[in-house]
């Protein structure tokens, strides 16, 4: 009911910036929150941002001064503006939205993307 597609993920040198975005399709009638989780090797899912539908946002300790999150909601899109990426940040990003169906829906149901692969290496 629900799609998310995920895009910019690449390869990058320690030092540089991607742009991570996450657009919503689908039977939306509105979205809550929304944001980024992503998972490396053998290690498990973490948060890395999140923001409400009125713009408040909570990051993740190592990725704070670093990484932007922010969303457009005319697009149901989010994204993530990662500067001064370090190798540690390589790991798949899933995006999720959580999303209200109706106008009698009072519940949110949460919906993940595919996966974008970011790889920080020299």
């Known amino acids: 009911q629900v799609q998310l597609v995920e895009s910019g993920g690449d390869l990058v040198q320690p030092g540089g910036s991607l742009r991570l975005s996450c657009a919503a399709s689908?039977?939306?009638?509105?979205?809550?929150?929304m944001g980024w989780y992503r998972q490396a090797p053998g290690k498990q899912r973490e948060l890395v941002a999140v923001i409400t539908s009125g713009g408040s946002t909570n990051y993740v300790d190592s990725v704070k001064g670093r990484f932007t999150i922010s969303r457009d909601n005319g697009k149901n899109t989010v994204y993530l503006q990662m500067n001064s990426l370090k190798s540690e940040d390589t790991a798949v990003y899933y995006c999720?939205?959580?999303?209200?169906?109706?106008?009698?829906?009072?519940?949110?149901?949460?919906?993940w993307g595919q996966g974008t692969q970011v790889t920080v290496s020299s």
């Open positions: 999720h939205a959580d999303v209200r169906h109706g106008v009698y829906s009072r519940s949110y149901i949460r919906y």
């Open positions: 689908g039977s939306i009638f509105s979205i809550g929150d």
